[in-house]
Nanobody
Framework: QVQLVESGGGLVQPGESLRLSCAVSGRKFSVNAMGWYRQAPGKQRDLVALITSDTRTHYSDSVQGRFTISRDNAKRTMYLQMNSLKPEDTAVYYC??????????WGQGTLVTVSS
């Protein structure tokens, strides 16, 4: 079994920062890519940031320059540093793993609310 657990969400004011974490546990496996997605109320789940096995990164246009994705393989943890948060960043954030072989794993989500 593989488990992904997100943490770090919360309520912040516009312009503030948060760091999300995604801790991976269970059997070990090879990874194609790891990513953060988000889903706002009434909207589809969209990709926010992606990091590949060779540490290439990709960001959605809406977060480029404000968010940074990283991973610590020794700790089996992925991070999303979110700076200059905006109200439109409010959503449930999910971490995802695309494993070699086709399996995909999701966390349960962590709520980020940006409001004054």
């Amino acid at each position: 079994q593989v488990q992904l657990v997100e943490s770090g969400g919360g309520l912040v004011q516009p312009g503030e920062s948060l760091r999300l974490s995604c801790a991976v546990s269970g059997r070990k496996f090879s990874v194609n890519a790891m990513g953060w997605y988000r889903q706002a109320p009434g909207k589809q789940r969209d990709l926010v940031a992606l990091i590949t096995s060779d540490t290439r990164t990709h960001y959605s246009d809406s977060v480029q320059g404000r968010f940074t994705i990283s991973r610590d393989n020794a700790k089996r943890t992925m991070y999303l540093q979110m700076n200059s948060l905006k109200p439109e960043d409010t959503a449930v954030y999910y971490c995802n793993i695309d494993a070699v072989g086709g399996d995909r794993y999701w966390g349960q989500g962590t709520l980020v609310t940006v409001s004054s």
